[in-house]
């Protein structure tokens, strides 16, 4: 594997990395609960999971509230 022949300066070598940003997520809010999430992504409220508003998995049933 060859190996570089000079030495880059720091300024060079951060100039190059000055394209290397990282991107804020993309953040929705769910219209059924209200909660944010991420785009595409199934999220966790009160023990039931959702994506897209509909409940994929229910959560199981609290012994209080059958109480």
């Not at 060079?12 to 991420?38: D, F």
């Not at 999220?43 to 959702?50: F, I, K, S």
């Amino acid at each position: 594997m060859p190996n570089p022949k000079w030495r880059h300066s720091k300024r060079r070598k951060r100039a190059r990395r000055t394209h290397y940003k990282s991107e804020a997520p993309n953040v929705s809010t769910c219209k059924t609960t209200g909660e944010q999430h991420l785009f595409h992504h199934a999220y966790m409220v009160e023990g039931d999971l959702y994506y897209r508003g509909q409940v994929l998995v229910p959560g199981k049933q609290r012994a209080d509230a059958e109480a």
